[in-house]
T-cell receptor, first 113, second 115 residues
Framework: GESVGLHLPTLSVQEGDNSIINCAYS??????FIWYKQESGKGPQFIID?????DKRQGQRVTVLLNKTVKHLSLQIAATQPGDSAVYFC????????????FGAGTRLAVHP | EAGVVQSPRYKIIEKKQPVAFWCNPI?????LYWYRQNLGQGPELLIR????????DSQLPKDRFSAERLKGVDSTLKIQPAELGDSAVYLC?????????????FGEGSRLTVL
């Protein structure tokens, strides 16, 4: 399949390790944040979201942390698997919903056996 | 349930030629989005429809881009004439609800190369 991006920052991890992907968002007024996973040749897929009144939210093997003070978002993936290899994007919203999401630049996660 | 379907998956044209992309959203989804994704970047919104109405086209380059969503279901995005800088992946997404409330489901995209 085609590559989503050729010059993205890349995080390389061993299978079974935990991964942390970071994102700096741009607008201090953003009140809703989403992490997306995009595999090669596919569209972005929702992973987990968080609202600005929270600083942590957990899903299945994933945790999102929000630090509004420094406008920083992180995605933690526990026990990373080869199927987690993809490009990960954070997105922010000023409207509390999906009207006009602003996507970050993306990070490529490469999982090695 | 079938996902968002887009066609063509790939298109190569010469500059100044026209091109059109088609999107069939998930059945029952009222809101439809077109995004453009340049290589190595995140998607950027071009236009958002609620049913058949374009409620946000502020980022659509209207001199060469047009879109329609007849009958509030399928949508077409057209570029005429295409320029070299239009090379990108054009993503369609849909959500069940209107008003920005409702998870987005993306199609696989249409990759445009302008030579």
């Amino acid at each position: 399949g085609e590559s989503v991006g050729l010059h993205l920052p890349t995080l390389s991890v061993q299978e079974g390790d935990n991964s942390i992907i970071n994102c700096a968002y741009s607008n201090s007024a953003s009140d809703y944040f989403i992490w997306y996973k995009q595999e090669s040749g596919k569209g972005p897929q929702f992973i987990i979201d968080i609202r600005s009144n929270m600083d942590k939210r957990q899903g299945q093997r994933v945790t999102v942390l929000l630090n509004k003070t420094v406008k920083h978002l992180s995605l933690q993936i526990a026990a990373t698997q080869p199927g987690d290899s993809a490009v990960y994007f954070c997105a922010e919203s000023l409207s509390g919903g999906y009207n006009k999401l602003i996507f970050g630049a993306g990070t490529r996660l490469a999982v090695h056996p | 349930e079938a996902g968002v379907v887009q066609s063509p998956r790939y298109k190569i044209i010469e500059k100044k030629q026209p091109v059109a992309f088609w999107c069939n959203p998930i059945s029952g989804h009222n809101t439809l989005y077109w995004y453009r994704q340049n290589l190595g970047q995140g998607p950027e919104l071009l236009i958002r429809y609620e049913n058949e109405e374009a409620v946000d086209d502020s980022q659509l380059p209207k001199d060469r881009f047009s879109a329609e969503r007849l009958k509030g279901v399928d949508s077409t995005l057209k570029i005429q004439p295409a320029e070299l800088g239009d090379s990108a992946v054009y993503l369609c997404a849909s959500s069940r609800r209107t008003g920005g409330d409702g998870e987005l489901f993306f199609g696989e995209g249409s990759r445009l190369t302008v030579l």
